[in-house]
RNA sequence: GUGCCUGUAGCUCAGCUGGAUAGAGCAACGGACUUCUAAUCCGUAGGUCAGGGGUUCGAAUCCCUUCAGGCACGCCA
């Protein structure tokens, strides 16, 4: 639970605070409002191990020039009793610190000695959040978008998670409604042309046309035979859909497994209606001025008055609309079961309901900052280069299914999050199942390994990972371990970034970072065969390396296999 | 037409609450296995940050504009 660079960061803003304090006291500077002093690490080793941009943000309050305002705080500095051994101004106006070595071998003691929870910190707070995604209307099985959004969904929650959020993953059926009757009466067109001819009636306009609603219909009529024709139309519909939907739903769940997604709650919107929550939600917007009555219709009418869209709540043949049962749906996540933050994936071809999404929450009395609508873009698969639509197999659209048959569990979830949800997707169907070091999974998964593989063979030889107090760590100076740990000792900050951005694809990132910070540590020392206080140093060195690699290897739910 | 997303090395992408010579992987080229897994490493080369204006001491980053690609604008979800 220990955030070392984080600790570093707020030590050494304090000690700038100090310092122009001090500095203001002495009349070396004019007296101002000290503003927020940001540390960053900086990208070129030359620079420091820490550095700060506060003395060219202050040049224009201040009316001095950066390099006068940072030699002041230079002089006034008091780095006594901290791992900062050197204090440099540098570039345009920068203050770089160089600390002692001894911060990194404190980083290697922490994950150490927290190992399986190393990287987890508390920024949440045990604040209660629900991540709701993928959320495939069980009228088919999922497709491409379904598998970036429930890569990314269920990595968001695990980042959350590790960030010390309590975290529940939702997934919402979208089992009453419109698309509802679609499939029921589709499916009962198919059932009665199986049963009675291509010809015995016709196929509705706008039904689902797909290859298994035909199926549906084949199977049912393998368990139930032909004893709908006897029914009226209504029940035929709904006893057909409750069936298909169930099954759909347990295919969706089955697939959602195998892709390593547990859901804690699989909320059914059709319960909204049951509940009366629906007509409570509906009563509460009429009430309160939220809604307008035209074309015989029920609009609502957003909270913001300007140039919001008007959106129907209820069809002027008096069906509610999905608009709203997701304003239900929301008051029920918010309100019923007292989320204090709601984060939502969509695929981005539905961001024209973000903003009508947030002024109904409002309209709740909600503050819509508590809902956060993660889009992401769509993926487009590529073979030979080419663009893929299509499965060769079935000819039908590729589904979640088809594509863990591909390339499997791990690769999909990778790359799935290697990119920035904002950033369109291309994945590349070769690459994924290449053994090569063209494919990135590999090159991580080789890299844990690679490190149990030596551990192993130490352990073999009677050599045990040392425990931290009976290694001399102050062995480890080369560049390369350097380099190594200081990448091991950002996990904790990567995990606090990834969730106040919610962007976990900045962890698969940054694990082929340690993956690559351990390969070329690897070529440049040897642990077997080192002196042995220098090879107990490393031995433990590369055991921390597991840990880390492992925890984020966890988190995205990605194997680390000890052999390959 | 209106709105949103994207445009950075040959390819795929980071960087985008303004800051130090624009980063990484792959591909290309040249090297490294008698020693812990070469699914690895080291090195070289590669850029008008889509174009043009502006704000600033300073712009890939902020503002305006043009162009290109994607998406959305339903009493569908």
């Known amino acids: 639970m220990t955030n070392l660079i984080e600790n570093?960061?707020?030590?050494?803003?304090?000690l700038i605070v100090q310092a122009l304090s001090k500095a203001m006291e002495k009349g070396e500077l004019p007296e101002f409002q000290i503003p927020d002093v940001f540390i960053e690490i900086p990208r070129e080793k030359g620079h420091g191990d820490f550095s700060t941009n506060i003395a060219m943000q202050l040049t224009k309050l201040l009316r001095?020039?950066?390099q006068k305002i940072a030699d002041s705080v230079i002089n006034n500095i008091n780095t006594e009793g901290t791992y900062i051994k050197r204090v440099e101004k540098a570039g345009p106006g920068f203050i770089n610190f160089y600390l002692d070595?001894?911060?990194l071998y404190e980083g290697l003691k922490i994950i150490k000695n927290e190992d399986r929870d190393y990287g987890r910190i508390n920024i949440g707070k045990g604040q209660k959040v629900?991540?709701?995604f993928v959320s495939a209307n069980p009228t088919g099985p999922l497709h491409m978008g379904n598998a970036r959004g429930g890569a990314l969904g269920d990595c968001i929650a695990g980042v959350l998670e590790a960030?010390?959020?309590?975290?529940t993953r939702e997934f919402y059926i979208n089992d009453a409604g419109n698309q509802i009757e679609k499939f029921g009466a589709s499916l009962e067109a198919r059932y009665i042309q199986l049963l009675k001819g291509e010809n015995a009636v016709e196929f509705p306009e706008d039904g689902y046309h797909g290859e298994d609603i035909i199926e549906h219909a084949r199977a049912y009529i393998a368990l139930y035979?032909?004893?709908l024709l006897n029914e009226d139309s209504q029940t035929r519909r709904k006893k057909l859909a409750e069936y298909a939907v169930q099954k759909n739903i347990s295919d969706i769940k089955k697939v959602l497994e195998d892709y390593g997604i547990v859901y804690d709650v699989w909320f059914s919107e059709k319960s909204l209606y049951e509940s009366g929550e629906l007509e409570q939600t509906l009563k509460y917007l009429k009430d309160n001025g939220y809604t307008e009555e035209k074309e015989g219709a029920l609009w609502f009418r957003s909270p913001d008055t300007e140039d919001e869209k008007e959106a129907v709540l209820v069809r002027n043949n008096g069906i509610p609309t999905y608009f709203a049962s997701d304003i239900a749906y929301h008051r029920n996540k918010f309100q019923k079961r007292g989320f204090d933050w709601v984060i939502n994936?969509?695929?981005?071809?539905h961001h024209g309901h973000v903003a009508r999404m947030k002024a109904a929450v409002k309209a709740l009395g909600i503050d819509p900052d508590r809902l956060d609508i993660v889009l992401f873009q769509l993926v487009r698969l590529y073979r030979n280069g080419e663009i893929v639509r299509m499965s060769k197999r079935t000819g039908k659209a590729i589904s979640l299914a088809d594509l863990l048959e591909e390339v499997g569990r791990d690769a999909a979830r990778f790359f799935f999050n290697m990119k920035a949800s904002g950033s369109h997707l291309d994945f590349d169907l070769d690459l994924a199942v290449k053994q090569t070091n063209e494919n990135p999974v590999f090159y991580v998964q080789y890299a844990h390994a690679r490190i149990c593989s030596i551990i192993?063979?130490?352990e073999s030889e009677g050599v045990k990972v040392p425990e931290v107090n009976e290694t001399d760590l102050t062995l480890l100076k080369e560049q390369e371990e350097l380099d190594l740990i200081k990448k091991l000792v950002e996990y904790p900050e990567e995990i606090k970034i990834s969730a106040q951005t919610l962007e976990p694809s900045r962890l698969t990132r940054y694990v082929i970072d340690v993956a690559s910070s351990f390969h070329s540590f690897y070529n440049a020392c040897r642990v077997k065969g080192a002196e042995e206080d220098l090879m107990k140093a490393r031995l433990l060195l590369v055991d921390c390396t597991r840990i880390v690699i492992r925890n984020v290897l966890n988190l995205l739910k990605i194997s680390a296999p000890e052999r390959m």
Request: net charge negative; no cysteine.
């Open 130 to 132: 629900m991540v709701e």
């Open 345 to 349: 994936l969509w695929g981005a071809d």
């Open 163 to 167: 960030a010390g959020y309590d975290v």
């Open 8 to 14: 570093i960061k707020v030590t050494i803003s304090n």
């Open 101 to 103: 070595n001894q911060w």
């Open 456 to 458: 192993r063979l130490l």
């Open 225 to 227: 035979g032909d004893s």
């Open 64 to 66: 001095m020039p950066p």
